[in-house]
C-alpha cells in the first residue's frame, strides 16, 4: 500500500507540482498575483496553462471545466476536450492562457433573481488562481468565479473572496494599532464538519420521497430510533468502513486534509470533520466532498443524504462552521493566550466579533435559510432560530470585569484529576463545550452551529466576514485618531460590551425558558426561511455590503428573490411528490386492504362470528383513506391559487398553507402505516431505511 504522505494532493495542481513543472519566472509571477492581485501577464498564463495542461493528461484527463458555485445550491460545469484539428485528419492537444483564465457560459439558465432575462444569456467564468486546480475523473476542474456580462456576481465564491479582502483590509488597520507591522495577511480560516446518513441504494430507490427530494415525506416512527444511544461514536460496520477508507482516500488524492470519521447520533448517520484551512479553499473543498460522497456512496451500492432532515423521528444533519483569523506570521487572533485579559490584542477582537454577530444576528439567521433547514432548527439536536454566542464562564468573567472596572481575579486553568493514577493530568480548556449554542467560543475559534449539512458554507462565512469587518473598521476609526491609545481602547471595549452583551448565553438553548428571555432581551426569533431572508435587503444590511464592496444591492435583492423562490420549489416538488406517492401507491394499497378486511368480515359474519374488530380496522383504514383523498383535492386548490402569486407571497403561501396540510397528511399516513400489514405497505418502513446498510 502507498504511503499517505506520498499519495497525498497528487491530483491537485499546488504548490509543490507547480514549483516542479513550472520556470521559476512563471511561478513567481503567479504567486505574486494571488498573493497582491497584481494581473497575470498573458505569457504566464499560456505558459501556467500549458503545464497545467501536460500534468492533467498525465493523469488520464482528455477534458477540462471551469467548475464554479451558481446560486443553484450545487456546483456546475461545462466540459470541453483538449483535442483541436491538426489539419491532417488527427489531434492535437491545445490549452492555452485563454482558456484557463476565462471561460463562458449561459447565464440566463442559472438562477438570477431577475439581474439576467433569458435574451441576456452570456456570463462568464473566470479562474481563481487562489484555489488549486485538481483532475477528477478524466477531467481537469478549474475553480472559477461566475458573473453575468454587465459584472454581476451570479456565484457564492466571488462575494465570499470580497468579503475575505474586506476583513483582511480592516484587521490589518487594528493590528497596526497594536504595534504589528509584521503581519501583511490576515485570512480566515474554517474547518467544515460534514454530517451525513447512509442508507442501502436498493431499499433507497423503492422511496421516491428520499429520491427526488432528499428525505422522507412519510413514514412512522421506528419501534427503535436514537434513544439507546448506542450508535454515537459506535463501532463503525464493516460496509460503512469500506465506503469511509474510500472516502478518506480520495479526498486526500484531492487535498482535502480529511481528518475525522465516526458514527453519529441517528441510525445510519455518521460524520467526517477535515482540519481547517483558508476558508475560500474549505469553501471549494466542502462542496468536493459532498460530490464525492455521493459519488462514493453510489460505488459501494448506497445513497449518501445530505438533506438536513430526511427522517422525521431522529437526529437532523447540520454542517458546523468552525471560524477563526489568522496572521500570515502564524498567530492566531482568537487565541486568548495564557493570560486573556493582559491580552488586549485578543480581547478586541473577541469583543468585535461579539459586536458583529448581535448587529447582524438577523443576516446570520438568514446566512443559513434554507426549506431544509427549517425542519432541523429548533428540533432537539439542533439549535434553535434564535443567534446567541456561549463564551464560557471565565470569558464572561472576564468581560463583566472589563465592563463594571472591576479587578479580574483568576484562578488559572484548574487541573483536572481523573481519579485514576494511571491517566495523566491534564489542562482543563477555558470554556466548557455547549453543544445546544449556535454560536460557541472553542478555546481558539467560533463554531457556528447553525449551517445545514446540504448548503454550502459560502455564505455564512461572508455574512460574519463583512460583519467583523465593519466592527473592526469602526474600531480603527475610533482608535486611530485617539491622543491615548490604552484609554481609548479600554474606553471602547467597555461601551461594546454593554452594547452587545444581550447575545451573549451560556445556558441550555433547547430549553422554553431561553426563547422567553431571548425575546425580552430583544434578539431576533426568525423561525423560518420566508421570516429571514427579508433581511438580505433590510436598509442596514444593503449598506453594511455595499460599503465593503461584497454586494450591489441589485445582487443583494437577485439574492433574496432566488432564496425563496427555491424555497417554495422546494416545497413545490415535495407536494407534488408526496400527491404521486398518495394516489399510485398508498391509497390504492388502502383500497386493497379494505377489499380484504370487507371478504374476511363477510366470511366471519357467514360463520356467525363477530367482526367487531375486524370493523374497527375496516373504519379506521377507510376513514383515513377518505381523509388522504380528501386532502389530494385540496392540494390541488391550494397548488393552483398559489401559481398566480409573487415570490414572496408564494414562499408565505406555501409555509403557512400547503406545508401544514402535508404534515397534516404525514399524520393520518404515518397512523395508517403502523397498523397496515408489512407485506401490504408501498413503501420500506424507517426500520428498512435506518437499518439497511449491514
Known sequence: MTAINETFGCKVFGKKEMQKRLPPKVY??????????????????????????????????????????????????????????????????????????KGESDASSFPSGGLRATFEARGYTAWDPTSYAFVKDDTLYIPTCFCSYDGSSLDKKTPLLKSCEALNTQALRVLKLFGNDSAKKVSVNVGSEQEYFLIDKKVAEKRPDLMLCGRTLLGAKPPKGQEMDDHYFGSINHRVSEFMKDLDRQLWEHGVYA???????????????????????????????????????????????????????????????????????????????????????????????????????????????????????????????????????????????????????????????????????FKRDTTDRNRTSPFAFTGNKFEFRMVGSSASVASPNIVLNTAIADTLKRYADELEGATDFNSALTDLLVKEIKAHKRIIFNGNNYSAEWIKEAEARGLNNMKTTVDAVPAYVAPKNVDLFSRHGVFSKAELVSRCDILLENYYKTLNIECLTLKNMLTTNIIPACFRFEKDLCELILTKKQLDHSARREKWYLDTVSSSTGKMLDSVFELDSMLAEASTMLTYEKAKYYRDNILPKMEEIRLVSDNLESLFPKDLWPFPSYTDLLYSVK
Not at 51 to 59: D, F, R, Y
Not at 320 to 325: G, L, R, V
Not at 391 to 409: C, K, M, R, S, V
Open 28 to 101: 513567481a509571477d503567479l504567486m505574486h498575483t494571488v498573493e497582491e492581485g497584481v494581473p497575470l501577464k498573458s505569457a504566464t498564463a499560456n505558459a501556467i496553462a500549458e503545464e497545467m495542461k501536460n500534468w492533467a493528461v498525465s493523469l488520464g484527463a482528455t477534458h477540462y471545466t471551469h467548475w464554479f458555485q451558481p446560486m443553484t445550491g450545487i456546483t456546475a460545469e461545462k466540459h470541453e476536450s483538449f483535442i483541436e484539428p491538426d489539419g491532417e485528419g488527427g489531434v492535437i492537444l491545445k490549452f492555452s492562457g485563454k482558456n484557463l483564465i
Open 259 to 425: 481528518k475525522t470519521k465516526h458514527n453519529e447520533v441517528a441510525p445510519g448517520q455518521h460524520e467526517l470533520a477535515p482540519v481547517y484551512t483558508e476558508v475560500n479553499t474549505a469553501t471549494d473543498q466542502n462542496q468536493l466532498t459532498m460530490e464525492l460522497m455521493k459519488s462514493v456512496a453510489a460505488e459501494h451500492g448506497m445513497v449518501c443524504l445530505l438533506h438536513e432532515k430526511p427522517f422525521n423521528a431522529v437526529n437532523g444533519s447540520g454542517k458546523h462552521n468552525n471560524w477563526s483569523m489568522s496572521t500570515d506570521t502564524g498567530l492566531n487572533l482568537l487565541d486568548p493566550g495564557k493570560t486573556p485579559h493582559e491580552n488586549a490584542q485578543f480581547l478586541t477582537f473577541l469583543t468585535a466579533t461579539i459586536s458583529a454577530v448581535d448587529e447582524y444576528q438577523d443576516l446570520l439567521r438568514a446566512s443559513v435559510s434554507g426549506a431544509g433547514n427549517d425542519h432541523r432548527l429548533g428540533a432537539n439536536e439542533a439549535p434553535p432560530a434564535v443567534i446567541s454566542i456561549f463564551l464560557g464562564d471565565e470569558l464572561t468573567t472576564l468581560l463583566e470585569a472589563i465592563e463594571n472596572g472591576a479587578e479580574y481575579h483568576s484562578e488559572g486553568r484548574k487541573v483536572m484529576e481523573l481519579g485514576v493514577h494511571t491517566l495523566p493530568t
